[in-house]
Every structure is written in structure tokens, then in C-alpha cells.
């Protein structure tokens, strides 16, 4: 069982750059992928990116494509999200999970995510 922690949110002006971490520990990557979700406060949680662990190989939600960019240090247990040209809508809470590679569904446990706030 994969749990996650996540970390590296903060607040940051519209047009900055965060970068968050999810450390994993356990069976890292169960089944083969891990994801990046959030949730904006009074909505439902939602796919962001994820990666695949043996390839590298990525994929985006419309709205992050070429702003985002997640990767994976398999040495460390380690899945990053560079997030750049912050907007305000990218607020919300940020959680990574396993997930099935080429979907948006997310499997096992989730972490306690961690708060991103971007100001206008």
C-alpha cells in the first residue's frame, strides 16, 4: 500500500512558480503510475498530471498543459510537479496518488495533500 506525503505548497502571486513534492512510501508507483489531483474549495477533487513510472511517460489536464510539469526521482520515491505561471484558479489543495496509467482514476490511499494559494 502506497501512502503518500505531499509537500512544497505555499502562497505565491498569480505568474509565480511552486513546485511540490509527494514523498511515497510503502510499494512506490502500485500499480505502474502516480498522479497529481486538487480540489478548490466547494468543488470536486481533479486530475492534474501523471507519470509512469518505469517510461517517464506524462500526461495533462487541459488546463495545466505547458505550465505544468510533473517527473519522478524512482531512487528517491519521489514524484515533483514543477508548477509555473501560476493562476488563481490553480488554488486549491494538492494530493498525489497512484493511478491507472492513461486515465484520471486514482487508486489506494490519498495523502493530507498540500494547500496551494496563488493571489491575483
Known amino acids: 500500500q502506497v501512502q503518500p506525503v505531499e509537500s512544497g505548497g505555499g502562497l505565491v502571486q498569480a505568474g509565480g512558480s511552486l513546485r511540490l513534492s509527494c514523498a511515497a512510501s510503502g510499494r512506490t508507483f502500485s500499480p505502474n503510475a502516480m498522479g497529481w489531483f486538487r480540489q478548490a474549495s466547494g468543488k470536486e477533487r481533479e486530475f492534474v498530471a501523471a507519470v509512469h513510472q518505469s517510461s517517464g511517460v506524462t500526461y495533462y489536464a487541459d488546463p495545466v498543459k505547458g505550465r505544468f510539469t510533473i517527473s519522478r526521482d524512482n531512487a528517491k520515491n519521489v514524484v515533483y510537479l514543477q508548477m509555473n505561471s501560476l493562476k488563481a484558479e490553480d488554488t486549491g489543495v494538492y494530493y498525489c496518488?497512484?493511478?491507472?496509467?492513461?486515465?484520471?482514476?486514482?487508486?489506494?490511499?490519498w495523502g493530507q495533500g498540500t494547500q496551494v494559494t496563488v493571489s491575483s
Open positions: 496518488a497512484p493511478i491507472i496509467f492513461g486515465s484520471s482514476v486514482p487508486i489506494g490511499s
